[in-house]
T-cell receptor, first 112, second 117 residues
Framework: QKEVEQNSGPLSVPEGAIASLNCTYS??????FFWYRQYSGKSPELIMF????GDKEDGRFTAQLNKASQYVSLLIRDSQPSDSATYLCAVNMLSGGFKTIFGAGTRLFVKA | GAVVSQHPSWVICKSGTSVKIECRSL??????MFWYRQFPKQSLMLMATSNEGSKATYEQGVEKDKFLINHASLTLSTLTVTSAHPEDSSFYIC?????????????FGPGTRLTVL
């Protein structure tokens, strides 16, 4: 089992719709979770982080965390074509020493 | 947000030569920096953790003698790809956590695209 798993997609949604991106992780002791956006040929940029169970909202983005299910998601409301990118889920893990492990990323296409 | 720079942004070299990539934290100190490699359409793969004042920690499968890491100061880490070969061609990205502790986000450099001919 991969340490951080994401559906590679592509996920295609129409402009204005809600895009839902999902991620599961293997280390039950993980405490902090991040969503990054990466445009082609560029390095990742942080969108949101979440530490506690439940929802965290920031503008059009909502991160959801369920530690019991080892599941974290990102919702993008009112999706825009400029949101088209690869979204990386990242988890800070303690096992083997503190490090950040990334999922393979989900490619999102927002159709105008 | 915090700023991390990398230099060069791209480099083309001949097979067998060595290439050095610099990673700098511009407005904060980083006792730890991370080096990632990303092949086309693949995810970031952690190569090693760079530790200021001590040896780097390499991930399984990464050759420490091929990928030399030096964390010379609290704001600078370098990755040297020695005797580069075409299969080393990739996008190399460094990152640094701005604060110590477990709950901290990574700030990424813009990446270095290496092409080995």
């Amino acid at each position: 089992q991969k340490e951080v798993e994401q559906n590679s997609g592509p996920l295609s949604v129409p402009e204005g719709a809600i895009a839902s991106l999902n991620c599961t992780y293997s280390d039950r002791g993980s405490q902090s979770f991040f969503w990054y956006r990466q445009y082609s040929g560029k390095s990742p940029e942080l969108i949101m982080f979440i530490y506690s169970n439940g929802d965290k909202e920031d503008g059009r983005f909502t991160a959801q965390l369920n530690k019991a299910s080892q599941y974290v998601s990102l919702l993008i409301r009112d999706s825009q074509p400029s949101d088209s990118a690869t979204y990386l889920c990242a988890v800070n893990m303690l096992s083997g020493g503190f490090k950040t492990i990334f999922g393979a990323g989900t490619r999102l296409f927002v159709k105008a | 947000g915090a700023v991390v720079s990398q230099h060069p942004s791209w480099v083309i070299c001949k097979s067998g030569t060595s290439v050095k990539i610099e990673c700098r934290s511009l407005d904060f100190q980083a006792t730890t920096m991370f080096w990632y490699r990303q092949f086309p359409k693949q995810s970031l793969m952690l190569m090693a953790t760079s530790n200021e004042g001590s040896k780097a920690t390499y991930e399984q499968g990464v050759e420490k003698d091929k990928f030399l890491i030096n964390h010379a100061s609290l704001t600078l880490s370098t990755l040297t790809v020695t005797s580069a070969h075409p299969e080393d061609s990739s996008f190399y990205i460094c990152s640094a956590p701005r604060t110590s502790g477990f709950n901290n986000e990574q700030f990424f450099g813009p990446g270095t695209r290496l092409t080995v001919l």
